[in-house]
DNA sequence: GGTTAGGTTTGG
C-alpha cells in the first residue's frame, strides 16, 4: 500500500529492496510473472485523483523508461499504470511529474486505451498492500555553500537542469504563527512529556518547541494509538510535525494535531545519525530535510536555551535529586495495586546502599536472584500510580529511560516490604511518583539508540570485568580454595568460618546448614542449607544438558541435533508444487549461499513482508524456501530474522516444528508442537522498534520454547549422599544464560570449566571444593506414577571456578 | 473531523 520517498543522499532512507529484480517496461507483456520484479520510470503523465466513493480512490499516470537508448531501440516505453485506494491518495500527494519511480508488487492487465494512446499495449496495476512505490526526486539545485555542490553538479547536471525542485511542504518559524491555520513546522524539544492516558479516548502528548526564532510553543498531541506519537527520547531532540492547528491559550499561540497529522522525530546532536523516528508507513526524508535537521542541530548546540539533561548513572546519583535513568530491566514484580517494583541496572554502582525489597519469588517476572556482584548493582525502583499501567507492559530485558526519577534517602515505607533494612536510614530508595509532572514516565527505547549502545557496552564490560575476577586467583587464594576438609571431617566443622567454599547463597532464608541425612529423613516442602561435595553429576556430556522447556505445558525436549534438523529442511524441500504467498508477502530470489563460487548457482525463493519493505527494512525478517539448514545458517550473517518455510496445499507453511521457527544471528528459537498452532501470518511491525523471537513467535502462533539447563547432581557429605536436580536456579548457579549456552562456545566453556572445578576429572573426593547449597525439597511424581520427594539446588552461585587448576605452579 | 490538556514534584 506504501509510498516511499526515497533519501535522494547517500544516508538512511528507504530503499528498493536488493532482491527484486527490474524488468524494462519494453518487455512486459501479458504473461510476465510480477513476482519479485520491479519496473522503473520517470513519471511523464499524472492525471487526477478520481475518488469514487468515500474512502475509494483511482488515478492514472504514465511512465516512462529512462534509458534513452532503450526508447530509441524500441518502442513500448511508456505504460500507464493505474493506482488505487490508499497508494492512490498517497501517491497524489507524493508524487509529481518528473519524478522517477518504481513500482514493485504490480500486476499486469491489457490496456484498453492502446489504440488512443499509443501507448504499451499492457498496464500496470498497484493496488492492496503488495503493491509498493518507490519514489526518487531529481534533486534540489546543488547548495553553493555545500563542498559537496561541485561534485553533484557535475553527476547530476543534466537531471537538475530539466527540473526545478518545487518543496511540496512549507514551513512556518515558530515565530511566525498566526492563530487559526494549519501549518507544518520544525522545533528543537525543550520539554516533552510521554503520551499518557487522557480523559478521552487519546493518549496525550505534550511538549514545547523552539527554533531560531526563539519562541517557545507549547504542543499537544491527541492520538489514540501510541505509536503515532512523538518518539522523543530526550530534550534537544528534533521533531518535525505535519498539520498541526494554531490556536491561542492564556495568551499565547500552541499547536494542537490536527487531521492528517504526522510526527517525525530526529536526534538533536550535532553529527548524530540521520535516523528518522516515525511509525508512518510514507513520509518525505529528503536531503532539505536533513539540510533542516542539520541547521537545527547546530543552532541548537550554539545556544543556552536548553536545560540541562538530567539523565546521569547510578554511580551519580545524589540523595534527594530528581534524575533520568537510562538502564536495562532485569526482574519487576507487583507490589500493590498502586505500586510496581522494576528491578534494574546500568552497569554502575551506585556508592549509597540501596533499598532492599522483598517480594514473592512467585510474583517475580524474570530471575528471582543475581550473582552477588551483579546484585549490588541492581536498582529498585518502585513506579506508583499511572506508570503501574506502563510497567505492566515492560518486558525483563528492555531497555528503559525513566524520567524524574526521585532518590530518596532513608525511605523505607514499601508496601508489602518485609526487609529488616527497612529501619535503616543510610539507604537510597527510587520512586517514580504518581503523575507526570516534570515529564514523569518510563519509555522503552530501541536497541539502536546510541544511548542504549552505549549502556550496553557498560553492561558488557562489567560481566568481562566480573569474569575475570572469578579466573584470577593468586597462589594463596587457590590453596585455599583447595584445601578442603578432610574426609573425616564432622557435622561440627559444617559451620567452621575458616573453610573456604567456592559457591555463595543469595538467599535470604536464615538457616543453620544440615547434613544431607537430615535432609533425608525431612519430608518434602521443605528448604535446606547443606554443605557438601559434588560426588558425581549427569549428563557427563554436558550439550545434553540444555534442553527446552514449554512454559505452558511445562514440557522439556531435547535439543534437536543438527543431523536431525538437516533432515527436516530436506524433507520440507522434497515437498514441491505452486504455491501462493499470502497478499502481504513480496517474493524475490536470493543466490544460494555456497563455499566455491561456481556452487552459487542455485537461487532460492525468498519472501518479504511489504509493510517491512515499505519501511525500508529489508534487512529484518526473511521468509526463505528451499534452503538446506547450512545455507540458512549462512544466510543469518545478512538478516536478522530468518523463517524457514516450505509449500503445503498451495500454500505457505512453517516447517515441522521439531525445526527451529526461526534463526537469529547465531540463536535458533524452536516453539512448542502441542502448544502452537503455527501458519506463515503477518507480524505486525507498527510501532515496533525491534523485531525479536517473542514477537515473530506472536504472529506466527508460536508458543516458544525456552532453553534451561537440567543437570541432576549427586552430593555427599560426612553422613549420606543425596540426588538434586539443578534447573530452575541452573542459569544462576553457573552465572551464565541458556540462550548463551545455546549460541556460543564460551559460555558452554563457562559450564565445563564450572563442573571440573567442582568435580576434577580423574580427582579423588579430597580435592574436591566445598559447596554452600540451598536445597527445596519437594513432592513430585516420577515415572511410574509414584509419589517421592525430590530435591532441587536453587539461590546459589558458584563464584570460583578455575580452568587454571591443572598447572597451578608459576607460570 | 467531536473530547482529551493546557508542563512545574514532597509522596507511598
Not at 526519577?405 to 526487609?419: D, E, F, N, Q
Not at 573456604?500 to 543469595?506: A, G, I, L, Q
Not at 545434553?544 to 529442511?569: H, I, N, R, T
Request: aromatic share 6%; glycine share 6%; hydrophobic share 35%.
Amino acid at each position: 500500500m506504501p509510498v516511499c520517498v526515497l533519501s535522494d543522499g547517500a544516508g538512511p532512507g528507504a530503499q528498493v529492496p536488493a532482491h527484486l529484480t527490474m524488468i524494462p517496461i519494453s518487455h512486459i507483456t501479458t504473461s510476465t510473472d510480477s513476482s519479485g520484479k520491479t519496473v522503473k520510470g520517470k513519471v511523464v503523465r499524472k492525471e487526477r485523483l478520481v475518488s469514487s466513493a468515500s474512502d475509494d480512490f483511482i488515478l492514472k499516470t504514465v511512465i516512462q523508461e529512462e534509458d534513452s537508448q532503450a526508447i530509441a531501440s524500441s518502442q513500448n516505453t511508456s505504460i500507464s499504470v493505474v493506482l488505487l485506494g490508499a497508494l492512490a491518495k498517497d501517491f497524489n500527494e507524493a508524487v509529481n511529474q518528473g519524478d522517477v519511480v518504481v513500482a514493485s508488487g504490480f500486476t499486469v492487465d491489457k490496456s484498453g486505451s492502446v489504440h488512443k494512446d499509443k501507448l504499451h499495449p499492457c498496464k500496470l496495476l498497484l493496488s492492496g498492500d503488495n503493491a509498493c512505490l518507490y519514489v526518487s526526486r531529481p534533486p534540489p539545485p546543488p547548495d553553493p555553500r555545500s563542498p559537496l555542490a561541485n561534485k553533484r553538479s557535475t553527476t547530476l547536471s543534466a537531471e537538475v537542469s530539466t527540473k526545478a525542485k518545487v518543496p511540496k511542504y512549507t514551513y512556518v518559524r515558530l515565530g511566525d504563527l498566526k492563530a487559526g491555520s494549519v501549518v507544518n513546522v520544525y522545533g528543537v524539544v525543550v520539554f516533552f512529556k510521554q503520551p499518557f492516558k487522557s480523559r478521552g479516548t487519546d493518549f496525550c502528548s505534550s511538549l514545547k518547541i523552539t527554533d531560531q526564532s526563539n519562541q517557545k510553543i507549547g504542543c499537544t498531541i491527541f492520538c489514540e494509538k501510541l505509536e503515532d506519537h512523538p518518539k522523543i527520547f530526550q530534550i534537544g531532540d528534533i521533531v518535525r510535525m505535519h498539520r498541526v492547528k494554531t490556536q491561542f491559550f492564556n495568551d499565547s499561540i500552541t499547536l494542537v494535531n490536527t487531521f492528517g497529522f504526522s510526527v517525525v522525530t530526529f536526534d538533536g546532536a550535532v553529527g548524530g545519525a540521520m535516523e528518522p523516528r516515525t511509525s508512518s508507513r510514507s513520509f518525505h526524508f529528503d536531503q532539505e530535510v536533513r539540510r533542516t535537521v542539520e541547521e537545527l542541530r547546530s543552532w541548537s548546540a550554539s545556544q543556552t536555551i536548553l536545560p540541562p539533561v538530567p539523565t546521569i548513572p547510578l554511580s551519580a546519583v545524589q540523595p534527594k535529586a530528581y534524575f533520568d535513568l537510562t538502564c536495562q530491566l532485569l526482574a519487576k514484580a507487583p507490589i500493590d495495586t498502586t505500586c510496581t517494583l522494576l528491578r534494574v541496572w546500568d552497569g554502575t554502582r551506585c556508592p549509597r546502599t540501596l533499598l532492599n525489597v522483598i517480594v514473592e519469588p512467585d510474583a517475580t517476572e524474570g530471575p528471582t536472584s543475581f550473582s552477588k556482584e551483579k546484585e549490588k548493582l541492581i536498582a529498585n525502583v518502585l513506579v506508583y500510580d499511572n506508570h503501574v499501567e506502563v510497567a505492566r507492559e515492560l518486558k525483563p530485558g528492555a531497555f528503559l529511560r525513566i524520567y524524574n526519577l526521585r532518590a530518596i534517602p532513608g525511605s523505607s515505607k514499601v508496601p508489602g516490604l518485609t526487609s529488616s533494612q527497612s529501619e535503616e536510614v543510610d539507604h537510597l530508595a527510587f520512586h517514580l511518583h504518581g503523575g507526570t509532572a516534570y515529564g514523569r514516565g518510563i519509555r522503552v527505547l530501541p536497541e539502536t539508540s546510541p544511548d542504549v549502545q552505549e549502556l550496553k557496552r557498560t553492561l558488557q564490560a562489567f560481566s568481562e570485568d566480573h569474569e575475570d575476577r572469578l579466573s584470577d586467583f593468586s597462589d594463596s587464594e587457590l590453596l585455599e580454595v583447595w584445601s578442603t576438609p578432610p574426609e573425616s571431617t564432622k557435622v561440627k566443622q559444617l559451620c567452621a568460618e575458616t573453610v573456604k567454599c567456592c559457591t555463595e547463597r543469595s538467599c535470604s532464608h536464615d538457616l543453620q546448614p544440615v547434613t544431607l541425612s537430615k535432609v533425608k529423613r525431612s519430608g518434602p516442602g521443605r528448604v535446606h542449607h547443606v554443605r557438601v561435595q559434588l560426588r558425581s553429576y549427569e549428563p557427563h556430556a554436558l550439550h545434553q544438558a540444555l534442553k527446552l522447556y514449554c512454559s505452558k505445558c511445562s514440557s522439556m525436549l531435547d535439543v534437536p541435533d543438527d543431523e536431525l534438523v538437516s533432515g527436516l529442511f530436506s524433507e520440507a524441500n522434497s515437498d514441491s508444487g505452486p504455491c501462493s504467498p499470502p497478499p502481504w508477502l513480496l517474493s524475490g530470489k536470493v543466490d544460494a549461499p555456497g563455499d566455491a563460487p561456481g556452487s552459487a548457482d542455485r537461487s532460492l525463493t525468498v519472501h518479504l513482508s511489504s509493510e517491512l519493505l515499505a519501511e525500508g527494512k529489508t534487512k529484518e525478517l526473511l521468509f526463505l524456501m528451499g534452503s538446506t539448514l547450512e545455507e540458512t545458517c549462512r544466510l543469518t550473517a545478512g538478516y536478522q530474522n530468518i523463517v524457514p518455510v516450505r509449500p503445503s496445499g498451495g500454500h505457505l507453511a512453517l516447517l515441522d516444528l521439531s525445526a527451529p521457527f526461526l534463526f537469529r544471528g547465531r540463536r535458533r528459537y524452536y516453539g512448542c508442537k502441542r502448544c502452537s498452532d503455527a501458519a506463515v501470518r503477518e507480524p505486525s511491525t507498527e510501532g515496533v522498534e525491534v523485531i525479536d523471537e517473542r514477537m515473530i513467535a506472536e504472529a506466527l502462533g508460536v508458543q516458544l520454547l525456552q532453553f534451561v539447563l537440567l543437570m541432576k547432581l549427586e552430593l555427599r557429605d560426612a553422613t549420606d549422599t543425596l540426588h538434586v536436580f539443578l534447573w530452575r536456579d541452573a542459569e544462576l548457579f553457573f552465572n551464565v544464560s541458556a540462550d548463551d549456552v545455546a549460541a556460543n562456545q564460551e559460555a558452554q566453556n563457562i559450564i565445563h570449566q564450572t563442573m571440573d572445578t567442582l568435580c576434577p576429572p580423574g580427582g579423588g573426593t579430597g580435592e574436591r571444593p566445598w559447596l554452600d547449597l540451598c536445597l527445596t525439597s519437594y513432592r513430585a511424581e516420577d515415572d511410574a506414577g509414584q509419589n517421592q520427594t525430590c530435591y532441587q539446588v536453587g539461590h546459589t552461585t558458584v563464584t570460583k571456578p578455575s580452568s587454571t587448576r591443572s598447572e597451578p605452579g608459576p607460570a
